[in-house]
């Protein structure tokens, strides 16, 4: 499996911010139309005012929230708008809605833009030409696009299609009493929680515009990026007031006066702000007295050490779909009262101090509304210390050094530490609570592996990202050591003359555009780490012009290549086989087409090559018995199991082949299941997290298992090896569907010691997703993880290799006996 992410520090993901009340305004009292309360998608804000005079945002937009679970789509929407005294002659303006709104995420119906502004909307999740009036009109959620003709109250409340309806200012038609009048500078939005209480007045309040797309990507038209100019005295409000003692501020969508704190870092990368922390806390352990202060792409201008007294208002940034969020205070003024102050000091992490259980469980729904317990749980003490100061002393690291400049290290040296150094994910209920981040807050992050250390105490203000949760920020100057522990690429011993060996490779979508030194690197992996195989089964090879989605399927300029970077790097001359895809059909990256391949070295092994009747892509293998050698073959091969079943939908097919070695039929299986993609973080709000994508994987494990059984069936003594990226644990539903609870076959990273059971390390946690499977007859073999990726920042690819070597010669005694189907 191949993570992607985006470049910025802010990710993909859903936010809303709703905004408080500046103005009140009373209106006579008119009958009122009621769209039945919405559970699922609302209107969450509307401006009018963008691009007019005094204005920072240059278009009006309107902003959907959904209060659901659920992703809801949005296909044959649209949104609506009606003046606010709506004539005879008055239409409904229609903009079409397209795609769908993430649980809990946000989606950007841009409008008119006017001549004024300085400050352009985020992308659009759709786009109109209504031009919206700044202080009152009427906006409505519709199930069509065909226009509404309703203009009385009456007609409008009696149409089934209005989903959501919001009237703001002097609003004819709108739900129970309108919401306030906006204007150039100012906004409606909906309530923190969402609610729809019919009631716009109740439900909205007025302030300064925040417009937030699908991608959690936010413009701000209230401030200007935290600039000075704010109060001379404290406000009402101290920063534990404003984190509260649940993950959500009770003063979110507020605007806030006058916070004090001390600056106690700078974040000038990605998202910039800084960092406030109360040096006179409260008694409470859940509420937190750091607090960021987001100045967007605006470069903070504090210093570490001000005292300053700080405006804004609260919002809850998610940074990814499912992600817990960030409390912060957004289109900031500040007043510094005097500067070079001692920072408050740092919460200790370690063993005494983060606690054992992991998060609190809501029936796998939202754990945001849930009071902290940072005494019982470890998610729920980050939280409590969100924004503080805290420090790790002599943190041996993880997870390696990325791309993005963050790392993992343990604050728990001694939590199921792996032999080189990491530490194992070996249970769902083992997440490892040591694990945190390290992301530097100026881009200083030190290049280390897995098992190196950051010597010394390295501080920071605790942070949260939508890959890999809780961090801390520190600068260079507050980072530990950097000690580089001599962590080696391992080398596995040369089969011997006996011995077929067979390994599996992802090599994260290969194609001939690829550079050379990716190319050799992995070729390297092949010869020398892997001691040059009799057969590689390659995961992720990309058709032959790459992501250039221009109907090519073949693979074999790819191929060519790699082979001839394997010869050149001293190993055999490889022969191939694969099926090609159908174009699209088998996901990864749109236009790489990618499957998997077998290589073999033909002086060593043969292939056996027999002709599928149909198009092979598409035609089911099948296993045919042969009554007079006791023996099985395959219908096709290579051949893919059962290609068109709905197991198999936006998804690599396994690839089957028959290889012949001294004399035996081995037949080989290589597997890539479909993605994780899609499921809950493992730190995300909703808890138990929930691991959609593991359903289609069961699936297709079940696939797999049942022309296993037929070949089993055909021949009890037949020698098997299933391998690949299974993109699944060892301890997961679906590979126990696939080695029927290892009755069938036996999954060999159960074999080696606990400390070694892993092939890749994702958010610090060293983890297995690749697999080599045995049937019953292989009972002689040598299996090794070769770990020459996964723990570095310097790698070829994401995941670790892994090679089997079997004596075919000493295999069969043992053969396979189904179990009694159960009444």
Request: charged share 20%; aromatic share 6%.
């Amino acid at each position: 499996m191949s993570i992607h992410r985006p470049s910025a520090t802010r990710v993909a993901g859903a936010a809303f911010v709703a905004a408080t009340a500046t103005a009140a305004v009373v209106v006579a009292p008119l009958p009122a139309a009621f769209a039945t309360p919405s559970t699922t998608v609302v209107i969450s804000e509307a401006y009018g005012g963008g691009g007019n005079s005094g204005a920072t945002l240059t278009n009006d937009f309107v902003e959907l929230a959904n209060r659901s679970t659920a992703a809801y789509a949005l296909d044959g929407y649209s949104v609506q708008y009606l003046p606010a005294t709506a004539s005879a002659g008055s239409l409904w303006q229609v903009t079409p809605l397209t795609g769908s709104l993430a649980p809990g995420g946000s989606y950007l119906v841009s409008e008119s833009a006017g001549t004024g502004g300085t400050t352009a909307l985020p992308k659009a999740d759709a786009s109109g030409n209504i031009a919206m009036a700044a202080a009152s009109g009427t906006v409505a959620l519709v199930k069509g696009t065909t226009a509404l003709t309703c203009k009385t109250v009456a007609d409008c409340t009696g149409d089934t299609n209005v989903v959501d309806l919001l009237g703001y200012g002097t609003a004819v038609v709108r739900e129970g009493t309108a919401a306030p009048t906006a204007s150039n500078t100012t906004s409606v939005s909906r309530a923190a929680s969402l609610a729809d209480t019919d009631d716009n007045a109740a439900d909205f309040t007025a302030g300064s515009p925040t417009a937030t797309n699908s991608a959690g990507e936010t413009a701000n038209g209230g401030g200007d990026g935290g600039g000075p100019g704010g109060p001379t005295a404290p406000g009402a409000f101290r920063v534990h007031d404003i984190q509260g003692t649940t993950r959500v501020s009770p003063l979110k969508g507020q605007s806030v006066v006058g916070v004090p704190g001390v600056v106690t870092a700078v974040r000038t990368t990605g998202s910039k702000g800084y960092w406030i922390q109360d040096p006179a806390p409260d008694a409470d352990p859940a509420t937190s007295e750091g607090l960021f202060v987001y100045t967007g792409s605006a470069a903070p201008t504090v210093s570490v050490g001000d005292s300053v007294l700080v405006s804004g208002k609260i919002s809850e940034y998610y940074p990814g779909t499912g992600t817990q969020s960030v409390t912060e205070l957004g289109s900031p003024v500040f007043t510094t009262v005097s500067t070079g102050n001692a920072l408050p000091g740092a919460v200790v992490l370690n063993d005494s101090t983060v606690p054992a259980a992991y998060t609190p469980t809501a029936g796998g729904g939202s754990i945001d509304a849930l009071p902290l317990q940072p005494a019982v749980y470890s998610q729920d003490f980050y939280e409590s210390v969100e924004g503080m100061r805290a420090s790790v002393t002599d943190a041996r690291v993880v997870g390696a050094t990325n791309s993005f400049g963050e790392m993992f290290v343990t604050a728990k040296p001694h939590e199921r530490p792996t032999r080189r150094g990491g530490t194992l994910y070996g249970a769902y209920d083992q997440q490892n609570t040591g694990r945190i981040e390290i992301a530097a807050a100026d881009g200083s992050t030190p290049t280390l592996n897995v098992g190196d250390e950051l010597s010394g105490t390295t501080t920071g203000p605790v942070d949260y990202a939508s890959f890999g949760g809780y961090l801390l920020a520190p600068s260079a100057a507050t980072t530990g050591t950097a000690v580089d522990n001599g962590l080696k690429q391992e080398v596995t011993r040369r089969q011997k003359g006996k011995e077929l060996a067979l390994a599996t490779y992802n090599v994260e979508n290969l194609d001939p555009s690829d550079s050379a030194d990716k190319f050799a690197r992995l070729a390297k992996g092949v010869v020398t780490n892997l001691s040059s195989p009799d057969v590689v089964t390659l995961e992720e090879i990309q058709d032959d012009n790459g992501a250039t989605d221009d109907g090519t399927v073949t693979a074999e300029a790819t191929l060519t290549k790699f082979t001839a970077a394997i010869t050149a790097a001293g190993g055999p001359k490889y022969s191939w086989r694969y099926v090609n895809p159908v174009d699209g059909k088998d996901g990864g990256e749109p236009g790489g087409n990618i499957r998997q391949v077998f290589l073999f070295n033909p002086k060593r092994v043969s292939f056996v090559d027999r002709a599928s009747t149909g198009d092979a892509s598409t035609t089911a293998v099948s296993v045919v018995k042969d009554k007079h050698r006791r023996e099985a073959h395959l219908s096709a091969s290579p051949g893919r199991i059962n290609p068109t079943s709905t197991a198999w939908d936006n998804s690599r097919k396994p690839l089957v082949g028959e290889f012949r070695f001294q004399g035996r039929t081995v037949f080989v299986i290589a597997n890539h299941f479909n993605s994780k993609g899609g499921d809950d973080p493992l730190h995300g709000r909703f808890q138990e997290p929930t691991r959609s994508s593991e359903t289609q994987r069961k699936l297709q494990a079940a696939e797999e298992n049942a022309f296993v059984d037929s070949l089993l069936a055909a021949d009890p003594r037949a020698q098997i090896v299933a391998l690949g990226d299974l993109n699944d644990y060892e301890f997961s539903d679906a590979v126990s569907t696939l080695t029927d609870d290892g009755d069938v076959l036996t999954d060999l990273i159960n074999t080696l010691p606990v400390a070694e059971r892993y092939s890749y390390v994702y958010d610090g946690n060293s983890q297995t997703l690749d697999h080599i499977l045995t049937s019953p007859a292989v009972t002689h073999y040598s299996y090794d993880v070769v770990h020459i990726n996964a723990e570095f920042a310097d790698q070829a690819s994401d995941h670790d290799p892994q090679v089997v070597r079997i004596d075919v010669n000493n295999c069969g005694k043992s053969a396979y006996h189904p179990k009694p189907h159960k009444k």
